[in-house]
């Protein structure tokens, strides 16, 4: 009989596992821990501000062109950091003698290309390393 009661004590611990979880969702759902999946801006604001139909669609044209714009923003942010990042080495390369520039186009530029950085996406593969002897110069952007 040991075996049985096992079993109900079992059944038991998941039953209350089941009912605290459900307990612990719902006041997180209520106390807004958690949001309701597919509850987005626009659809609270539709049931908190009670929009009209208009303005629930200007409003998401709204939000649609500002996340464009600040897409647009981070790229443009993006693209001169990187441009002043490839200036700045190029004016530590113009303050070296022409060894130290091929240590430095060698050691220092080219793990810059090759990992990405400076690059937040992930880094331009694309970007071939400077030639000996020529300044580091910012690999070419596409906008």
């Given at each position: 009989?040991?075996?049985?009661?096992?079993?109900?004590?079992?059944?038991?611990?998941?039953?209350?596992?089941?009912?605290?979880?459900?307990?612990l969702s719902t006041m997180a759902y209520r106390?807004?821990?958690?949001?309701?999946?597919?509850?987005?801006?626009?659809?609270?604001?539709?049931?908190?501000?009670?929009?009209?139909?208009?303005?629930?669609?200007?409003?998401?044209?709204?939000?649609?062109?500002?996340?464009?714009?600040?897409?647009?923003?981070?790229?443009?942010?993006?693209?001169?950091?990187?441009?002043?990042?490839?200036?700045?080495?190029?004016?530590?390369?113009?303050?070296?003698?022409?060894?130290?520039?091929?240590?430095?186009?060698?050691?220092?530029?080219?793990?810059?290309?090759h990992r990405g950085h400076g690059d937040d996406?992930?880094?331009?593969?694309?970007?071939?390393?400077?030639?000996?002897?020529?300044?580091?110069?910012?690999?070419?952007?596409?906008?």
């Open positions: 009989m040991p075996a049985k009661s096992n079993i109900w004590f079992g059944v038991l611990v998941g039953i209350s596992c089941l009912l605290i979880g459900f307990a106390y807004r821990y958690l949001r309701v999946p597919g509850g987005g801006l626009i659809e609270r604001m539709d049931r908190e501000l009670n929009l009209t139909p208009a303005q629930r669609d200007r409003i998401g044209d709204i939000l649609r062109d500002t996340r464009f714009k600040v897409m647009q923003a981070r790229r443009d942010f993006d693209h001169q950091r990187h441009d002043l990042f490839w200036q700045g080495l190029a004016q530590v390369r113009g303050v070296l003698t022409p060894d130290q520039q091929k240590i430095f186009d060698r050691d220092f530029t080219q793990p810059w290309v996406h992930g880094g331009d593969h694309d970007h071939m390393p400077p030639e000996e002897g020529a300044p580091p110069t910012a690999p070419p952007t596409s906008q």
